[in-house]
C-alpha cells in the first residue's frame, strides 16, 4: 500500500508541478500548498484503494462464487456487495475532493485526458451501474449462487 500512495502522490506531483501534459491542478495560489497537495494525495489514495484493491477483489470473489463451501453460499454475495459500496462510496468522495480542489485552485474542469476518464468512469460506475445493481439486488440476494 505504501508503494501505491507514493507512486498515486507521485503522479499528481508531476501534473501540480506543471510537468505533465495537461497541467489543470496547477495551484494559482488561492489556497495553500499544503492544503493543495493533501487534497490530490487523498483523492489519489481513496481512488487507488477503490480502484486497486475493492473493485479487482470484488470481481474475483463473483467469479470464484463456485469455490465458496455450499453452507456459505451467500458469503461470496456479501463479500461483494461490500467491497463494491467500498469503492462506490470512495469514488463519490475522491470525486468531490477532485471537484473541490480545482475550484480551489480555479483550474479549468474536465479539459484533460485524467479528468474526462475520470467524469466517465464517475457518471458510468456510481450512476447506472449503481442504478443497475439497485434492481438486482433483490434477485440476486434471494438466491445468491446464481
Aim: glycine share 8%; proline share 3%.
Amino acid at each position: 500500500p505504501t508503494l501505491l500512495v507514493d507512486l498515486v502522490f507521485l503522479a499528481q506531483f508531476r501534473l501540480v508541478d506543471g510537468q505533465g501534459e495537461d497541467n489543470v491542478f496547477a495551484n494559482d495560489g488561492n489556497n495553500t500548498n499544503d492544503e493543495f497537495k493533501r487534497h490530490w494525495k487523498a483523492h489519489g489514495v481513496l481512488m487507488g484503494i477503490a480502484w486497486v484493491f475493492c473493485a479487482p477483489v470484488a470481481i474475483a470473489v463473483s467469479w470464484c462464487r463456485s469455490l465458496f463451501p455450499k453452507d456459505l453460499a451467500g458469503l461470496w454475495f456479501k463479500i461483494h456487495v461490500s467491497l463494491t459500496s467500498i469503492c462506490a462510496l470512495f469514488t463519490i468522495i475522491a470525486f468531490g475532493i477532485a471537484v473541490h480542489a480545482t475550484n480551489a485552485a480555479g483550474s479549468p474542469k474536465y479539459n484533460g485526458t485524467h479528468q474526462r476518464v475520470g467524469l466517465t468512469i464517475f457518471i458510468s460506475f456510481c450512476g447506472v451501474m449503481s442504478f443497475v445493481q439497485f434492481f438486482d439486488l433483490k434477485r440476486l440476494y434471494l438466491n445468491p449462487m446464481k
